[in-house]
């Protein structure tokens, strides 16, 4: 038995879609953010952070996104969605890997100070505007790599489950006209079969609100 434990739209679906990928089953125990079923201890025995995704396979527990889909992609070789050691893309796959986290954070940020921060909390306007800019020049990076390559590196790879995720979340924070190389990518991994499955499984995200959230100075 696979068990993934997931939030609908988070982190998680990386190995959600990661899993599809493989053509593996797995059990989804949802949760949602805020409803403090990620403090059971039940949970935390899992994720000490109580972050999702965690993921029970081959008789242990794993968390973190990033380790996770490595995991996969080596134990599970034979898809070729991972570089082993040795491989002369081994370099860049791994730079991507953790670009995504990069990425992310950044995102992750933005989602607290936009969503999660309620009032009397007021978010910092620089602070704010400081990691959007930061964001930007992180899909800049990326819209300059994917310009003549149509994955990451070449062909699909862990990689892209792992960086593809976030371009469904910063577009809620910079407008995504400057970068059309992003978007034909982002509708090339959407029109993956296994991404369409994953999405069917995903759930809805409860935490966003708007398409776009502006940085308000008042």
């Not at 309620?118 to 800049?140: C, E, F, N």
């Amino acid at each position: 038995m696979i068990r993934l434990h997931h939030v609908p739209a988070s982190r998680s679906f990386r190995v959600l879609w990661m899993l599809e990928e493989l053509g593996l089953e797995a059990e989804i125990v949802t949760y949602a953010i805020g409803d403090g079923s990620l403090r059971a201890p039940e949970v935390l025995a899992l994720t000490p952070a109580g972050r999702v995704p965690a993921l029970e396979i081959d008789g242990q527990a794993l968390f973190e996104s990033g380790a996770i889909v490595e995991y996969l992609a080596e134990t599970r070789a034979e898809a070729g969605l991972g570089r082993p050691v040795g491989h002369p893309d081994r370099g860049r796959y791994l730079q991507c890997l953790h670009f995504a986290e990069t990425q992310a954070s950044l995102i992750e940020n933005l989602n607290l100070s936009h969503i999660f921060l309620r009032p009397p909390a007021r978010p910092s306007i620089p602070v704010l505007k400081i990691t959007t800019a930061r964001l930007k020049a992180t899909l800049g990076a990326l819209e300059r790599l994917l310009e003549w390559r149509d994955h990451l590196l070449g062909d699909f790879s862990a990689a892209d489950v792992m960086l593809g995720f976030n371009l469904w979340a910063a577009p809620r924070y910079v407008r995504m006209a400057p970068f059309p190389a992003l978007a034909a990518y982002r509708d090339r991994l959407a029109a993956r079969p296994a991404f369409v499955a994953a999405r069917a499984k995903d759930g809805e995200q409860d935490f966003y609100d708007r398409e776009f959230y502006e940085i308000l100075d008042v």
